[in-house]
Structure formats: structure tokens, C-alpha cells
């Protein structure tokens, strides 16, 4: 697949934190490397690439397929109009990332709500816990595991 | 579990709910409040009494079937979800809708941002002890929901828009109501201006409250209106123009200090802009006529014909299915035989006909785009309304997520009434146009 000018210099300035860079369908692509990906984050927020917008962050399941959940994050730089995706595959047995809260506000709650709803911990969240659901609700509902009319117990009122 | 402002509250401060059943909170959202007398020391924000369950829903219906969900998000714009749903679908099939139908998305997608702005300022003014603004901001709207009504059969779960095109082309009087719908809204603006402007109470309530610097903007994620209130100018019609909108003329205003006042007064300047776009399109839709549809069959002559040999001229259609018809396809519809249905003259009249159909809308058939994932947005009433869909290459959606623009306004009311007035809560609330249906999906 042919790279744009975008992902080579993203390829030059952060040789091992990458493991892929490609384009889909006109959309640029980079898979990184989990351990890196703070890093890999601070660099595409600060100059010279300057991702100023993180326009959105969830979760893909593969756990069936490739055995790891996915996280997707959309970047947007606003001087060059360019849309970035940063997929970061986890493995089954850890699925844990570090946190953006402290570079972009907006990722406190996007963090919270793939936590909520596929279960992903992330190291470093200010307060981490459920955003849409309440607390005491058993399981994560996008997870491909979790049935579409699964009841949940009820649960007390609090006093 | 107690919730972080309940441990960490001091003890001689007033814990206070406000919602989620409160008059001014637009549906069901909770804040917590910390209160020293009548200023907010600390706040938390509660989401998720709407929760229910879009993105889970949605992958388990097909490409085609999940449309009416979309209606259900942003519940005053539902045209311009349809739309985002579309683009996206479009993108991964590799589809493009005929001129025609991309002018009639394009004036759609303007009447509903022209709906959505109104409710925001008519709830917001009202907030603010305005009323008459409320009234005659929902008397402008009502003119535009009887022009969509008038084509696409319902003021708000439309479903109009479609994959390859739109489902039916314009009502023949779509003119004259659209024209009168402009015309009311025109002056309810001009009327408005008038009533806020440089009204005492509002401006007190406003100016520079719920002040937000482009930098903390741009922190949070917002887009659309409140984004370019700050003085930022990002739009997605012109950053990533869709349904051909870089043809069209208009302008993007923006603010200057990100207030409240800022938020309306972008909202209102947009509006005008969005009704000159809605001009240019009725006179574009002029140039490119609609189908004329020939003279069919009533069903029954149609069926005592087909006994002997195919009849010349087809069925007529029930009233009901008006725009599946062949003729009318060209116009308004993409000529692609897996994405669209199939137009009923021939699952009527053909055998081949009857099988496309059923290969439309049988299970693990229908539209199946090819493995991958796209992710396309739309300039929704309250920013980047974007749809990111992963498709395993069967005829339902592995994942399809939505980016909601009203939940990244909302993460940062925390921030923005902290050390203000319990009384500015309420207008900055009122300002961002927060839509739960959209935000909790």
C-alpha cells in the first residue's frame, strides 16, 4: 500500500514506536507499539506534528479473531487538516493502557466509557469507573462475549 | 459506591443534586454540586440515564436495518445522522449518490441544522427568562418540520436518506414550502436579534460566562459552534467538503472570547448562512428536474396482463411505496444492484426481480461491503458527527462506533461552572445544546 507523506515522516520520527503504517480507503494508519504509546501520543500532540484534537477513542473486540482487544484513536491536526488513526492492539491477558487524561482533557470520560463498556483498565486515569452504566453492573456489553438480552441482577436502591 | 464529590467534599460545603429530572437539563443528566452559599466550589457530572445500548444494537441489525437508530441520536437534526450513517456506508461500498440526491441531502442536512440551532437558542433564551424567544423560535422550526414532513413522511424519525441516495425524491410543493419555511425563519432571526442582542438580562448571563479558551477547546475535543465561538475555524463542510458542499457559498462565522454570548451568537449567524446554502440548493434542484414517472397499471389489470405475457407498461405502485419506483431511481438513487432496493415494478413483475429482492433482505445477504473499517463525519447542529464502522465482510456491522460531539462539550461543564454562580449553570448549559439521545447513545 502506497504512504503518504504524512506516515513517512511519522515512520522517521518514531522508528520503534510504530509496528505499521498504512493508508485504507484515503484514511492514514499507524499501529503502535503498546508499551510506547504514551510516548508515541506526547509526540503527535506536541510540534511539529501537532494532533491538537483528539477527536475520539474506542475500542474494537477481536479477542475471538486475534485474540486482543483494539484501541482506536482518531487524531486531528487543524494547521495541516490531517486525520491520524493510532490503532493499539492489547493482549488478551493484559489489557491494560496507559491513560491520555493528562495530555487531552476530553480522553477522561472516552477512557471512561471504553472502560465501561469493554473493560480496558487504564494506568493513570485520575478516576477511573463507569461512565454510562451504574456501579454494581456485571460485565462489559460490547464485548462480542456479552449476549444482547443478557439480564442484569437487580440491584438495591441506595439509602 | 460513593462517587468522587462525595468523599471529597468538605464538610461545611451543601451537596445539591440538580437533575437528572430537572426542567433545565434537557432530557435526564445528573450534576452533583459542591455549594458554598450559591457558588459552585466543585462539580460532577453524571451521564447515562439514556444509555441504551446504539453501538450494541447496531451490530446486531443489518447495514440496512439499523438505519432508524440513527434517527434516534440527535433527535432535532435526525437528517444529518442519516447522512453521517450514509457517507460512511457510501465510503466503505465505494458508492457515490447521483447530483440530484446529493443537492437534496445537502438542503436536508441545512433544514435540520437551521431546527437544531433554533431549539438550542429558543431552550437557552427561555432559561434566561425569555420566553417570547421560545415561542417564536419553535413557531420558525415548525415551518421547517412541515417542509420535511411534506417529503419524507415525519417530522423527526425520518430515515430519509439512505444508502446510495435518498429514499423518495422531493414533494412536487416541496418549492413553495421550502420557500416559506425561509421566509418565517428569516424573520424570527431578525426578530430575535432584536429581543437578546443587546438585552440587559441576557447579556448579564452570558458575557463571559462560561468562558473557555481555545486552547482548553481544543483540549476537550469540542467542534461546530461552540469550537468556532472561541475563534478556532474548523468546519467539516469545508475542511472535508461531503455531498459536494465546496460548490455551494457560505461563509463560517466565528467567535471571539468563547462565552456564552459567543455560543449564541455564532449559532445565530450560522443559521443565516445555512438558509443562503438552503437557497442556492432550491435553485440547483431547478436545473436537474425530478423523474417524470410514466402511466402504469392498477395492480390488478397489471396481474390479469402478466397471466399471458409481460405487460407493456408497469404496475402502478401504492402510495405508500412511492420512490421505489424505477423511473424514479435514476435521480435519486445510485445504480448499484447489491447496495439499494431493488425497485418493486420488478420484484413484481420478474422472477429475477422477486430474487434480488429476497437476496436484499434475506439474512447473511443484503449489503455486505468488504472487510475493513472506515471513519467519516458529517458537520452535525453540535460539531463532528462521525461514524467509525468495521466490517468483517458479513451483512452486519463487527462495530460501529459513533463520535458524538455533545459528549465532549459536556466533559468539560466541570471545568467551565466551577467557582461561577448555581444561576450560570444554566445558561452555559443551555449554550453547548447538549442532546442526550446523541450523548448516551
Redesign the interface.
Known amino acids: 500500500m502506497a504512504e503518504t507523506q504524512i506516515l513517512s515522516e511519522i515512520r522517521r520520527l518514531f522508528p520503534d514506536k510504530i509496528r505499521e503504517a498504512f493508508s ?2 484515503g ?1 492514514d494508519v499507524v499501529v503502535a507499539e503498546p508499551k510506547a504509546f504514551l510516548a508515541l501520543a506526547r509526540g503527535l500532540r506536541d510540534k511539529p506534528l501537532n494532533y ?5 477513542l ?1 475500542c ?2 477481536t479477542l475471538a479473531c486475534q485474540s486482543c482487544l483494539e484501541m ?1 484513536y ?1 487524531f486531528y491536526a ?1 494547521d495541516r ?1 490531517h ?1 491520524l ?1 493510532v490503532k493499539v492492539p492489547l493482549p488478551a491477558d493484559d489489557l491494560s493502557i496507559s491513560s491520555l487524561a493528562a495530555l ?3 480522553a ?3 477512557e471512561r ?1 471504553v472502560y465501561d ?1 469493554f473493560g480496558v483498565r487504564f494506568e493513570g486515569h485520575p ?1 477511573l ?7 454494581g453492573f456485571e460485565g462489559h ?2 464485548r462480542k462475549d ?1 449476549p ?1 438480552r443478557k439480564r442484569q441482577p437487580t440491584f438495591p436502591s441506595r439509602k | 459506591m460513593a462517587s468522587r464529590l462525595e468523599r471529597e467534599a468538605s464538610r461545611e460545603s451543601m451537596l445539591l443534586n440538580m437533575g437528572p429530572s430537572h426542567p433545565s437539563m434537557h432530557g435526564a443528566v445528573r450534576i452533583l454540586l459542591e455549594l458554598d452559599g450559591e457558588r459552585v466550589l466543585n462539580s460532577e457530572v453524571e451521564v447515562g440515564y439514556l444509555h441504551r445500548g446504539f453501538e450494541k444494537t447496531c451490530e446486531h441489525r443489518t447495514y440496512f436495518n439499523l438505519l432508524p437508530y440513527t434517527d434516534r441520536l440527535n433527535y432535532v437534526s435526525p437528517l444529518i445522522n442519516n447522512l453521517g450513517y450514509t457517507l460512511a456506508m457510501e465510503k466503505m461500498l465505494g458508492l457515490e449518490a447521483p447530483e440530484r440526491a446529493q443537492v437534496i441531502r445537502v438542503l436536508m442536512s441545512e433544514l435540520s441544522r437551521v431546527s437544531d440551532h433554533l431549539t438550542c437558542v429558543a431552550a437557552m433564551a427561555m432559561e434566561c427568562g425569555a420566553f417570547t424567544v421560545f415561542l417564536y423560535n419553535i413557531k420558525a422550526r415548525e415551518f421547517i418540520w412541515d417542509t420535511i414532513e411534506q417529503t419524507s413522511g415525519a417530522r423527526m424519525t425520518t430515515s430519509y436518506i439512505r444508502i446510495g441516495g435518498v429514499r423518495a425524491d422531493l414533494h412536487p410543493e416541496f418549492r413553495e414550502g421550502v420557500g416559506q419555511a425561509v421566509r418565517q425563519t428569516r424573520q424570527v432571526l431578525k426578530d430575535v436579534h432584536g429581543l437578546l442582542d443587546k438585552n440587559r438580562i441576557f447579556l448579564r448571563r452570558t458575557r463571559d460566562v462560561g468562558l473557555i479558551s481555545q486552547e482548553d477547546a481544543l483540549s476537550y475535543g469540542w467542534t461546530g459552534p461552540c469550537l468556532r465561538s472561541t475563534g478556532i475555524f474548523y468546519d467539516v463542510r469545508k475542511a472535508h467538503p461531503y455531498s459536494g458542499y465546496d460548490r455551494f457559498d457560505f461563509e463560517v462565522p466565528l467567535g471571539e472570547r468563547g462565552d456564552n454570548y459567543d455560543r449564541y451568537l455564532v449559532r445565530m449567524r450560522e443559521m443565516e448562512q445555512s438558509l443562503r446554502i438552503i437557497e442556492q440548493a432550491v435553485e440547483r434542484l431547478a436545473a436537474t428536474p425530478p423523474a417524470v414517472l410514466a402511466a402504469g397499471l392498477e395492480p390488478e389489470e397489471a396481474i390479469k396482463a402478466s397471466r399471458d405475457r409481460k405487460p407493456a407498461s408497469a404496475p402502478r405502485l401504492s402510495p405508500t411505496l412511492e420512490g421505489s419506483e424505477k423511473d424514479a431511481y435514476s435521480g435519486i438513487l445510485a445504480d448499484d444492484g447489491r447496495s439499494i432496493v431493488p425497485a418493486k415494478e420488478d420484484t413484481y413483475t420478474s422472477i429475477e426481480g422477486l430474487i434480488r429482492h429476497f437476496k436484499f433482505f434475506m439474512a447473511g445477504h443484503g449489503i455486505r461491503p468488504p472487510k475493513g473499517e472506515v471513519y467519516s463525519s458529517v458537520e452535525g447542529g453540535n460539531g463532528e458527527l462521525g461514524f467509525y464502522i468495521v466490517s468483517d465482510g458479513t451483512d452486519r456491522p463487527y462495530r460501529l462506533h459513533l463520535r458524538a460531539p455533545c459528549l465532549h462539550l459536556l466533559a468539560a461543564l466541570e471545568s467551565l461552572i466551577k467557582g461561577r454562580y448555581l444561576a450560570d449553570i444554566i445558561p452555559t448549559f443551555g449554550s453547548m445544546n447538549i442532546i442526550l439521545g446523541e450523548l448516551d447513545r
Open positions: 485504507l480507503l484514511e491538537a484534537l483528539l477527536l475520539d474506542t474494537v473486540d482506536v482518531t487543524l487538516n486525520r488513526r487531552w482533557k476530553n477522561d470520560w472516552l466509557e463498556l478516576d469507573r463507569r461512565l454510562f452504566l451504574y456501579d456489553p460490547l456479552y444482547l
